[in-house]
């Protein structure tokens, strides 16, 4: 249990270290709060949130600065409870966006994106969500030739996507179209995400028993499938990952990831509307040292995701509070 000069202590360390960017000291601290107590008070003090891991020391300097275990504790119980005045220049361009948007969610979280990246200078994910409610509505396998099939998947939208795959044997009618029944058997009235998943374990149950040129075939299917699922991404300032690092590898993995469909599925994975993920919990290799603050956005219909990703010292309570302000706003406008 910290004390109220301790927890005090400690929004002053995290606010210095991302305003910074250098380890904090007893000296830094007293330069820059309204502190009163002594140098060695002081240092015992943070001496005390060492021992609760909540800040680390810095081996090049005397300095402490948060560990991912006092970035999650700031954020769970200190952040929700900050008291902070969005910004009227950023309140006002938040509501021109929504006035010249509406009712495209798309459009405005790409403009957003872009807001973001150039009010706080951190790299901004927008990310449109599959629909959870659309689903296979039917599948149909057309024989164009004995070498050409189409496959048409049509969905509980009226949109449809075809694939034509060439065969290296050609079916029988029989079996094409007990390979149709199958598959709408499995398939109908399945999400999109339910439905590849299904086709794959049924691809890996059945394989053993398959001849290669029907196993094959199933697993073409999933093409359309996945075509139909793939997310549409929109990164702004990406430049801005140059600025928490000089490692140039580093850099250059991260770049991958931002495109990565693993971490966009990590991302999507919300459970509640804003979501703040520090190192090891965004679950994907290479952001260790990384944050990344998720908030989503629906109106009922269309879903999307704003993620603003930087090194674990970003402003959470700036970001936080935008992005809370837009999830707000979205909201309300879209009832």
Known sequence: MLTKRQLHIFQLIIQLYSELKEPIGSKTLL?????????ATLRNEMVRLESLGLIEKNHLSSGRIPSN???????DKILPFETSDLNQMEATDVNQLLKESAPNLEFFMNQTADLFSQKIHFTTLSIGLTDQKRSITNIRLISISPQHLMVVILFSDHTYEEEMIRLVRAFSPERLK????????LLANQSIHTAIQQLKQWINEKADNYERLEELFISQVLSPLNQKQQLPLYVSGKRHLLDSTNDLELIKRV????????????????????????????????????????ARLSDGEQQGLLAVMGPTN?????IYKLLQYINKAYTEKNM
């Open 31 to 39: 330069e820059n709060s309204d502190l009163t107590v002594s140098s």
């Open 69 to 75: 275990k006092g970035y999650r504790f700031y954020v």
């Open 178 to 185: 007990q390979l149709e029944m199958q598959l709408n058997h």
């Open 255 to 294: 770049y991958r990831l931002v495109e990565d469909e693993s971490l966009l599925t990590r991302l999507t994975r919300l459970e509640s509307p804003l979501e703040i993920r520090i190192g090891d919990e965004i679950g994907v290799s290479g952001l260790e040292d990384y944050s990344i603050i998720s």
């Open 314 to 318: 970003m402003p959470y309570r700036e």
